[in-house]
Structure formats: C-alpha cells, structure tokens
C-alpha cells in the first residue's frame, strides 16, 4: 500500500500526540521535557488553524503514520516571510519515505503562500535528520552552541535552511 499526505483532522491528534511524545520522551529531536496532554495538543492545532498555518499528515494503510507543519520563526515583523517547520514519522514506519513526502508537501505550501524561506532547527546529534535535510535542498547555515539542555546534558542547535524563492 501507498503512502499518501492528506491534511490533518481532529481524529489524527491522537496519532500526532503520541509520535509528539514520543519524540519528548526518548529523543533530542524536541527539546521538552514533559509529554503533552491532549488539551494541549488540541489548542496547538486549533492554534494552527486558526492562524491559517498547514499540519499534514502520512497515512498508510488508512492510518496517519507522521505528520509535519510550520509556524513562525521569529516574533517580529520582518521575519513574516520565514517559516520554521517540523516534520515527525513514528519510529516503525521511519526509512518508508513518508518524511521526503511530508517535507515535500510541506515546502509546496510555503511556496504557495508566499513564504520566502524555511529554517530547521536540528539537535547536532540528529546526523539522520540533517542529511536528510541537505538531500531535499536546505543548506546547513549555522550551530549554536550548548542551546539546550536535556538528559543531563547540553545540546547543539544546527540550523538549516531553504530558499524558497
């Protein structure tokens, strides 16, 4: 069966919490310490709605398997025409290509929009998702440094970026 990259509806916020949480749990890939709740996860989404910002999902097997999304980089106006998103496949379906369709779509819908550019913020740990990263266009741009903290230990910030136009 096919991978196929719908947007995401309510009844997928069960599937996306529990990809979210796992992530907060067992990886670096989000900087939280404390899963979510479901109120929670209900106002991120009515939160992106509201906003007119994209969540999609991968679905296989009639299922969403990973979803992905973007916002705001920076709080001030002369960052309106950048954007940075996330994109999360749940641990057993990773190396299906259901991230590669996921940040496709995505980066087709911040083209669309008017976006002009799209950062990603990747833990240095995570050579998976920079290389991943760079074999779809984005170019890594910077590191900062002891950024976060988490598993008692300090993290390294990789940004990456695309042009979109």
């Known amino acids: 069966m096919e991978t196929k990259i719908r947007p995401a509806v309510f009844s997928d916020l069960d599937t996306i919490l529990e990809i979210t949480n796992h992530q907060i749990l067992h990886s670096t890939s989000i900087y939280d310490y404390e899963p ?6 209900k106002l991120w989404f009515a939160d992106k709605q509201k906003l007119n910002l994209p969540v999609i999902v991968a679905e296989y097997e009639n299922a969403p398997i990973g979803f992905a999304t973007f916002g705001s980089f920076r709080h001030k106006e002369a960052y309106r025409f950048t954007v940075e998103h996330s994109v ?4 057993e379906f990773k190396g299906i290509g259901a991230g590669k369709l996921l940040l496709t779509e995505l980066i087709k819908i911040a083209k669309e929009t008017g976006y002009h550019t799209m950062i990603g913020v990747i833990d240095s740990e ?10 779809q266009g984005f170019e890594v741009v910077g590191t900062i440094k002891e950024s976060g903290y988490k598993f008692d230990r300090w993290l390294n910030s990789v940004f990456v970026q695309l042009l979109l136009k």
């Open 36 to 41: 979510r709740d479901f109120e929670a996860q």
């Open 88 to 91: 999360y496949v749940a641990e």
């Open 126 to 135: 995570n050579e998976g998702s920079i290389s991943f990263h760079q074999k």
